[in-house]
């Protein structure tokens, strides 16, 4: 079972920017789809982004050329970098992991993403 943990989460003022981390236990992006999702409480998951074995990318409609995700086979690592951040990016953000290989079809969707990190929270203020 692969361990996946989230890092780069903090607080910032609306139009900064952060990068998020996701370092995977394992030696497998070479293998598989890769994402992040977000989540605010009482309210459904959605995708961010989806980044595939040879480096395409596809995101959400509310990204709209702000983030860009990426990732780095050598360290094991996905990363997310976001600018121009609004108050609405406020959200717990995943990295997950598509074992099946359905997610990138499936995407913005969670379906085929069995593999979850617990998550780092963005706080976007106005």
């Known amino acids: 079972q692969v361990q996946l943990v989230e890092s780069g989460g903090g607080s910032v003022e609306a139009g900064g920017s952060l990068r998020l981390f996701c370092a995977a236990s394992d030696h497998t992006f070479n293998y598989y789809s890769w994402a992040w999702f977000r989540q605010v409480p009482g309210l459904a998951r959605e995708g961010v982004a989806v980044?595939?074995?040879?480096?395409?990318?596809v995101y959400g409609d509310f990204v709209k050329g702000r983030f860009i995700i990426s990732q780095d086979n050598a360290k094991n690592t996905l990363y997310l970098e976001m600018k121009r951040l609004k108050p609405e990016d406020t959200a717990m953000y995943y990295c997950?992991?598509?074992?099946?290989?359905?997610?990138?079809?499936?995407?913005?969707?969670?379906?085929?993403?069995?593999?979850w990190g617990q998550g780092t929270q963005v706080t976007v203020s106005s």
């Open positions: 980044i595939d074995r040879e480096g395409n990318c």
């Open positions: 997950a992991r598509d074992r099946s290989g359905v997610g990138w079809d499936a995407f913005p969707a969670l379906r085929g993403f069995g593999d």
